[in-house]
């Protein structure tokens, strides 16, 4: 897609990146950043950057792909899930 390249590829990688940064303070600095008080703000960002980045992978994708995400996501919310080995019988 053209907007893909111009703006969303940017800014999709700069969503990956951050997440990618925050979630390593988080789980690897994360006592150190609670004594300083910062972890709470830093896991707000963290999943902030990780659910827009997939809004902008939603949003990339045509109408087709999205209804069968939202298909699939409906489908998931409402089934009553079997056991695996009820499925392959």
């Known amino acids: 897609m053209p907007e893909d390249t ?5 800014l999709r990688e700069f969503l990956s990146e951050v997440d ?3 979630s390593c303070l988080v ?8 004594s300083i008080n910062e972890k709470e703000e830093a896991k707000r960002l963290y999943f902030m950057a990780r659910d827009f980045h997939a809004a902008c992978d939603f949003a990339s994708l045509d109408f087709d792909k999205r209804k069968q995400v939202l298909d699939f996501i409906e489908f998931l919310k409402g089934a009553h899930h079997e056991p695996i ?3 392959h019988r």
């Open 20 to 22: 990618s940064l925050l």
């Open 85 to 87: 080995e009820a499925i």
């Open 6 to 10: 111009i703006f969303m590829g940017p």
């Open 27 to 34: 789980h690897r600095h994360g006592a150190f950043m609670e």
